[in-house]
């Protein structure tokens, strides 16, 4: 524009780059769940450790979030200035070595600020390896987001269970988490190699430190802040649930947690079938009726074993939309890094408010009210999921044209 020449686009690449690219952006999910899957299983220790109180403990694990919220921003300009492989390289580096900062804390002050952190290199981490998720599906013409986030959960599954078996040999949660980092950063540096090297148009302008997310991409968001605040809602309170409410042994109780993990990991994981069958908006449609008959169960629940399907249809029901919703905003203007950012910050504050409004509308009525709250999000899903059309540029649903994967995106790439 303005009188210069652009430059050429890149040569066709290979039709088996971006596939090794799939293979690398999916291993990059899965360590970046395994990380988050490390560090919750040992929360239990660091409140024995430092004897905090639930208020206390609490108020520690909201500095999570915060820091996610206050960095995602910064993710694109990471993006912009070293380009996607090296920024997910670093910044997916940068989420493992902050899982050993929480258990070194020496009281709760210091634990908030390794929290912040921590929370901050997850949220840029989790921006950037979107972005690279979007354009890799970009290339190879069909829907991967959905098994991606799969990825991600069964990573954080896996990890979790290596948690359990730590805290089952009463293992120094500093020693384990230590190696745990050096594993997963070891294991993420030969994963980036294959990922493309995502870069801006010469002469592009780069983004601001800090801005509001995009008012394009508010909307999307929106649908992802419905079903998140589903997922938060039934994470941290389904056990609860079913204790309280319908008289479920603490066995039976503390099992719901694993149990919507499972159909959240296992809907991922095949929901990029779905996608290519039926289009990302008719997805999210069918995501939002059947989480609706599954909030639907739970509010009518008196009895474990109307409850836990209940739950269970929950998780299958939400579990593809928050990639749908990275997907649409991935491909919304000439930055899709900061769209993304855009969507997860809204997304993220979602998952941040949704236990404590839970909380609270069940202090002031009860639990079974709240979840009302959480059937009417699901149903809203229903309504909204004409925002997620643009997902559908790739999905091979609806009657939008997969791009072939021989033909480069138009972005300012270079080769992988």
């Not at 208020?55 to 960095?71: C, E, R, T």
């Not at 204790?243 to 149990?259: F, H």
């Not at 910050?345 to 709250?373: D, E, K, N, R």
Request: charged share 10%; proline share 6%.
């Amino acid at each position: 524009m303005n009188g210069t020449t652009a430059p050429p686009p890149p040569p066709p690449e290979p039709l088996s780059a971006p596939r090794r690219a799939r293979a690398g952006i999916a291993l990059v999910f899965c360590v970046h769940g395994a990380v988050s899957g490390s560090f919750v299983t040992r929360i239990p220790w660091l409140q024995d450790r430092l004897d905090l109180s639930t208020g206390q403990l609490g108020l520690a694990l909201v500095m999570p979030a915060i820091g996610s919220s206050l960095a995602m921003p910064l993710a694109g300009r990471f993006v912009h200035r070293y380009g996607g492989r090296a920024a997910v390289r670093g910044l997916i580096s940068l989420w493992c070595l902050a899982l050993a900062l929480p258990a070194l804390a020496p009281s709760l002050p210091v634990l908030c600020a390794a929290l912040l952190v921590y929370g901050a290199a997850a949220g840029m981490a989790d921006v950037a390896m979107n972005a690279q998720g979007v354009e890799i599906e970009e290339r190879l013409g069909r829907s991967i987001m959905s098994g991606l986030h799969g990825m991600w959960s069964a990573g954080g599954l896996l990890a979790s269970a290596f948690g359990i078996l730590a805290a089952h040999l009463d293992l120094d949660a500093r020693l384990q988490l230590a190696v745990t980092a050096l594993v997963l950063l070891a294991l993420a540096q030969p994963v980036c190699r294959g990922l493309p090297d995502i870069r801006a148009h010469e002469g592009a302008e780069e983004p601001p430190r800090f801005a509001l997310p995009p008012r394009s991409s508010l909307v999307i968001g929106l649908v992802g802040f419905c079903a998140v605040f589903a997922e938060g809602a039934s994470m941290d309170w389904s056990g609860v649930y079913l204790r309280d409410v319908t008289g479920a042994s603490a066995t039976v109780a503390a099992a719901s947690y694993t149990a919507f993990s499972l159909t959240m990991a296992v809907s991922r994981l095949a929901g990029d079938a779905a996608i290519r069958r039926l289009g990302a908006v008719r997805t999210t449609r069918v995501g939002g009726a059947v989480a609706t008959v599954g909030g639907l169960l739970v509010v009518a629940a008196d009895s474990p074993a109307l409850a836990i399907p209940g739950f269970a249809l929950l998780g299958i029901g939400i579990a593809v939309i928050v990639p749908l919703a990275f997907a649409a905003a991935g491909r919304i203007g000439s930055n899709p890094s900061q769209a993304i950012a855009g969507v997860a910050t809204v997304t993220y504050t979602s998952g941040l408010i949704a236990p404590a409004v839970i909380g609270a509308l069940a202090q002031a009525t009860s639990l079974t009210v709240s979840f009302g709250l959480v059937t009417a999000l699901a149903f809203a899903l229903l309504l909204s999921a004409g925002a997620l059309r643009l997902a559908e540029r790739n999905s091979g649903g609806g009657n939008v044209t997969a791009t072939s994967p021989e033909k480069p995106s138009g972005k300012d790439l270079s080769t992988i």
